[in-house]
Each structure stands twice: as structure tokens, then as C-alpha cells.
């Protein structure tokens, strides 16, 4: 199994940059996608969702409006979109995929790093004047 993120750099605040995972290895549309971040010193935290069918996306508050993910099931792959950055979105930022499709999973899993079993490696984001 393998998730590859990439599309971090450096960035100047309100400036927008896409993330890209790319994935194989494991039934792709079966699996919710994820994408996480985690600055110096910070817990790992969930900024982003998407469902295994891509019928619902996930956000939370800090990034709403701002940030957006998506995923094609034709290319094993998944994105964030992510506008208007501010110096405090600088972190290292994860793809994550977790089984969905056929087990118990309520949109509170959907926010819980412990849901997802595949990981990337992390993409570095820089946000800053």
C-alpha cells in the first residue's frame, strides 16, 4: 500500500495551493479519504473529508470555506484545495484512507485519525510573508 502526497511549498498568506495523493495498493473506492495536518509541538488534526462514495465531504471549523477535498476514484486519487491560507495553516499535512465501505463508520469517525490504517508521508506547508 502506498499514499504519496504532494503540491506543499511555501506560500504567502491568502495565496491557495492543491495538495495531491496518489494511492495504490488497496481498494481505493471503498475507503473514506482523509486529510490531516500537524504543526510543531500540535496533535495531529483532521482538516478534510471526503466519503468512500464522494457523496459527502467533511470539514472542520477553523478551515470551513477555506479548504476543500475531493477525490477520483478513476485515478486512485485525492485532493485538497485549500484557499486564502493564513501563517497559522503551516504544518505537515497527511492523505489518510479508511475502510468505509461494508463496516460500521459514523461521521464521527470520519474525524479520528485512529479510522484511518493507510498513511502518507506528509507534505510540507509553508505559510508565510
Known amino acids: 500500500v502506498q499514499l504519496q502526497a504532494s503540491g506543499g511549498g511555501v506560500v504567502q498568506p491568502g495565496e491557495s495551493l492543491r495538495l495531491s495523493c496518489t494511492t495504490s495498493?488497496?481498494?481505493?473506492?471503498?475507503?473514506?479519504l482523509g486529510w490531516f495536518r500537524q504543526a510543531p509541538g500540535k496533535e495531529r488534526e483532521f482538516v478534510a473529508g471526503v466519503s468512500w462514495t464522494g457523496g459527502r465531504t467533511y470539514n472542520v471549523d477553523f478551515v470551513m470555506g477555506r479548504f476543500y477535498a475531493s477525490r477520483d476514484n478513476a485515478k486512485n486519487a485525492m485532493y485538497l484545495q485549500m484557499e486564502r491560507l493564513k501563517p497559522e495553516d503551516t504544518a505537515v499535512y497527511f492523505c489518510?484512507?479508511?475502510?468505509?465501505?461494508?463496516?460500521?463508520?459514523?461521521?464521527?469517525?470520519?474525524?479520528?485519525?485512529?479510522?484511518?490504517?493507510?498513511w502518507g508521508q506528509g507534505t510540507q506547508v509553508t505559510v508565510s510573508s
Open positions: 489518510a484512507a479508511g475502510r468505509q465501505y461494508g463496516v460500521p463508520w459514523s461521521d464521527a469517525d470520519t474525524f479520528r485519525p485512529q479510522s484511518y490504517n493507510y
Open positions: 495498493g488497496f481498494t481505493f473506492n471503498t475507503h473514506a
